[in-house]
């Protein structure tokens, strides 16, 4: 059921931030690695169930006409996560400086930055801890009751809590006729590729290909902007705590100039314009600013002040047009396209194959900002020839996004999530055929209306 896993997953998120804290080892750098990566791996596991979970949850809550916009309002608070998460960091860095020897220059960490960036994760803990209470008081999804579970008096109970639905009520006294079994085909199997195949792929690909560009950008954007700060990258910060304080700082300012404003676009327009015009107009916008900025890169590193400035800006936009495109579109589309079953599933698998291409941009960057050898003092850093290629193999993902998007996805808005299931299963010979009740479908009358 979605209810368990997900205040499993909240938990297991909430201890191992709380491990981080406490990984082993202050003076040992391959010691605190090994122990740090075993808990953000654990950490992975419940963020990769929350994921899902919290789309396929709003998905059945919401209904037809607002449902993406629901499913996309969840998905903005990334943004404001990610404001939240800066402010803390400056705000412990300025601290410990303060309260510390950060003021003179250091080569190496002073012993009291070892509590402050494990205070830094520790305290990532507390806001998914205040929801626990609120988590473990949700009721099962009605849908999940209903179509999985064959239990229609508890979902009507459940959707009349949800929504306080008095006239339920007498529908549901007496018990209904069992439902019959669900379709008897299994995840994977012929019958579910031929019906859901092309949704998954498309789903899945997508989502490949805008980690690819999203990850790659991301860590990207440090090196562009120590470079238009005129403080490289390779060079020795101040301190720690000042390093820090950059990169939470940079962090924010995008988060508050492009990522939060393309969340909230995206759920203004999303039930409006559908997902996927938004999406391929994205992938778009996208693919052209990495041709506008790719192309002429060296240019905007001369030394005229303003042409740096002009691709900063270029750059913000392509966080806008990420989240106001494929970086929301592909987790709200697979909250929808897939039988309830299926649902949470086939979106943790599309969410999976995305992060391979996480994995794909990482290897990417690592190679985009190479240091080559020589003595160049007209060299760009990161590297001109570099940076031009990897913008334009990027501005080509955005192209296969298009394309992906046009020949492979459905639009999904103004359609219930029934809809979608009894369309494409509507050739199969286990067709679940609601029973009636007092005259009426007790399921799909619940639900289609939904």
Same mark, same amino acid.
């Given at each position: 059921g979605r209810r368990r896993v997900y205040g499993l997953c909240l938990v297991i998120m909430i201890l191992s931030s709380f491990g981080c804290g406490f990984s082993v080892c202050t003076t040992r750098r391959s010691c605190v690695m090994v122990s740090l990566g075993f808990f953000r791996f654990i950490l992975g596991l419940g963020i990769g169930g929350d994921y899902p979970l919290s789309a396929t949850?709003?998905?059945?809550?919401? =209904?037809?006409?607002?449902?993406?916009?629901?499913?996309?309002?969840?998905?903005?608070?990334?943004?404001?996560?990610?404001?939240?998460?800066?402010?803390? &960091?400056? *705000?412990?860095?300025?601290?410990?400086?303060?309260?510390?020897?950060? !003021?003179?220059? +250091?080569?190496? *960490?002073?012993?009291?930055? %070892?509590?402050?960036?494990?205070?830094?994760?520790?305290?990532? *803990?507390?806001?998914? *801890?205040?929801?626990?209470?609120?988590?473990?008081?949700?009721?099962?999804?009605?849908?999940? &009751?209903?179509?999985?579970?064959? =239990?229609?008096?508890?979902?009507?109970?459940?959707?009349?809590?949800?929504?306080?639905?008095?006239?339920?009520?007498?529908? &549901?006294?007496?018990?209904?006729?069992?439902?019959?079994?669900?379709?008897?085909?299994?995840?994977?199997?012929?019958?579910?590729?031929?019906?859901?195949?092309?949704?998954?792929?498309?789903?899945?690909?997508?989502?490949?290909? +805008? %980690?690819?560009? !999203?990850?790659?950008? =991301?860590?990207?954007?440090?090196?562009? !902007?120590?470079?238009?700060?005129d403080k490289p990258s390779s060079s020795t910060p101040e301190n720690v705590y000042d390093a820090a304080f950059e990169v939470a700082e940079l962090g924010a300012i995008i988060a508050a100039c492009s990522t939060i404003p393309g969340y909230w676009f995206t759920v203004y327009f999303i039930d409006k314009i559908g997902r996927v015009k938004i999406q391929i107009m994205g992938f778009f916008f996208m693919a052209v600013i990495y041709l506008v900025a790719g192309i002429p890169y060296s240019w905007y590193w001369s030394k005229h002040e303003q042409n740096k400035k002009g691709f900063m800006v270029l750059y913000g936009l392509i966080f806008f047009f990420c989240n106001f495109g494929p970086n929301t579109t592909t987790f709200i589309i697979p909250a929808e396209l897939f039988p309830a079953r299926f649902r949470s599933t086939c979106h943790g698998i599309s969410g999976a194959v995305g992060k391979l291409g996480a994995i794909v941009g990482t290897v990417g960057f690592l190679w985009a900002t190479k240091e080559m050898d020589g003595d160049d003092i007209n060299q760009v850093y990161p590297e001109v020839n570099r940076m031009r290629i990897a913008f334009l193999v990027l501005s080509g993902v955005c192209i296969a996004g298009i394309f992906v998007t046009y020949f492979f996805t459905k639009e999904t808005m103004g359609r219930s999530l029934e809809d979608n299931e009894l369309e494409q299963d509507s050739n199969d010979e286990g067709e679940i055929e609601p029973p009636i009740v007092n005259g009426q479908s007790s399921a799909s009358t619940l639900l289609q209306t939904r």
């Open positions: 949850i709003m998905s059945e809550f919401a =209904n037809k006409r607002t449902r993406g916009a629901f499913i996309a309002a969840v998905f903005s608070m990334q943004g404001l996560g990610i404001l939240v998460s800066s402010a803390v &960091t400056m *705000a412990i860095c300025v601290a410990f400086k303060s309260g510390g020897d950060g !003021f003179e220059v +250091v080569k190496e *960490a002073p012993a009291e930055a %070892d509590i402050a960036w494990r205070l830094i994760l520790m305290i990532g *803990a507390l806001p998914a *801890a205040l929801t626990f209470y609120w988590r473990m008081l949700m009721p099962e999804t009605a849908r999940y &009751t209903a179509l999985v579970e064959n =239990n229609i008096v508890q979902a009507a109970k459940d959707m009349q809590r949800v929504m306080s639905i008095s006239h339920l009520s007498d529908e &549901t006294t007496t018990e209904p006729p069992p439902l019959p079994p669900p379709a008897s085909y299994k995840l994977f199997s012929r019958r579910f590729l031929h019906l859901h195949g092309r949704d998954l792929f498309a789903a899945s690909v997508n989502w490949f290909l +805008v %980690d690819v560009v !999203f990850y790659t950008s =991301n860590l990207l954007l440090s090196q562009i !902007f120590s470079h238009y700060s």
